[in-house]
């Protein structure tokens, strides 16, 4: 039996393994390299860094829910001189394959992200976060309006130059996401991160009053994956041609061959890492063996097969 060719490709970025980390659930990777070495998957998201160090959002910042689980960490992070001091060199030590998640309040933010991210050596590619549910404003969600996300992408590509990939992450909150996803596309992004957290809100009965003190966050875990399966196969139907990096609710391997079957490239896994640090390696193995099993003798062959007519085999 041949062997399964596992890696997969975002832009001119390849990895040995389409699993990835989800940006925020597992910061830099230092938690995590404490269960596996970071360089046994495909790649880590580091958690979106702004420009400047940031406290983010007022505690309580998490709600467990049915299936899931809300957040509003509101980009907590070091700011990006100081990732790029201590984040970047710790991860280059062990040898993980880095893609360093980046979030601004202003298009400007972003290309000034990006352009003390073009000299740095050992990045893979870039994701451009531009649709996180927890900012103080909701027209600073970029992702929701088409010429906004357009811009922030624009301004990114200029700066970056072309040799580094960038996956705009985009929300599901919106009402044409494949617009918007053709839009940062045009502009520039070589992949799609589909899909962020989805904006949700709970209210604690002892107070009546909102339990989050940012009062809304975003809602990940298993509740949300038939919605990220929506999105990402909305998605590649319209640019099949366009590497998505799926996510939102992954624990098991038939979870990622779910995402993959629907059009992605690759998977991140995120809330799942809070309950079982080793996630991610259990996802890669299962994902493994599924891929074997149905036949396949690659990854390649499996990405968007949903879409293909009865009867095509691979
Ligand atoms: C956060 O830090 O609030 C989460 C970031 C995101 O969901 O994009």
Redo the contacts with the bound molecule.
């Keep these: 039996m041949n062997e399964l060719d596992f890696s997969t490709t975002i832009g001119n970025a390849w990895f040995p393994s389409p699993i990835f980390t989800a ?2 659930c597992a910061s830099s990777g230092r938690e995590l390299a404490q269960f596996f070495p970071l360089h046994d998957i495909g790649g880590v998201v580091t958690k ?1 860094v702004m420009n400047k160090a940031r406290h ?1 959002r007022p505690t309580p910042r998490m709600a467990e829910t049915p299936s899931g689980m809300l ?6 992070g070091p700011g990006i001189d100081a990732f790029i001091a201590k984040d970047i060199p710790y991860l280059i030590e062990q040898k993980a394959r880095i893609i360093v998640s980046i ?1 601004g309040e202003t298009v400007e933010e972003y290309a000034t992200l990006a352009r003390k991210l073009r000299s740095v050596a050992g990045i893979s590619a870039l994701e451009v ?1 531009i ?4 900012v103080e404003n909701r027209g600073l969600v970029f992702a929701c309006d088409p010429d906004a996300s357009r811009r922030v992408i624009d301004g990114v590509r200029r700066t970056i130059g072309g040799e580094i990939p960038i996956i705009a992450k985009l929300s599901p909150d919106v009402t044409d996401l494949v617009a918007i996803a053709q839009g940062v596309v045009e502009s520039g992004a070589d992949a799609l991160a589909l899909i ?2 989805v904006l949700g809100m709970v209210i604690n009965l002892d107070t009546m009053r909102p339990h989050l003190g940012g009062t809304t966050g ?1 809602l990940s875990g298993p509740a949300i994956r038939p919605i990220a399966v929506r999105a990402i196969y909305q998605v590649h139907a319209a640019l099949p041609k366009t590497p998505i990096l799926g996510m939102g609710g992954v624990s098991t391997g038939r979870d990622a061959l779910e995402m993959i079957a629907a059009g992605a490239s690759a998977v991140s896994i995120g809330t799942a890492s809070f309950t079982n640090p080793t996630a991610l390696i259990s996802v890669q193995s299962e994902l493994k063996e599924l891929l074997r099993i149905k036949g396949f003798e690659s990854l390649r062959g499996a990405v968007g097969f949903a879409h293909r007519p009865e009867g095509v085999v691979q």
């Design positions: 940006s925020g979106s983010g957040n509003s960490i509101g980009l907590q979030a976060n649709s996180c549910p927890n962020n957290t975003g």
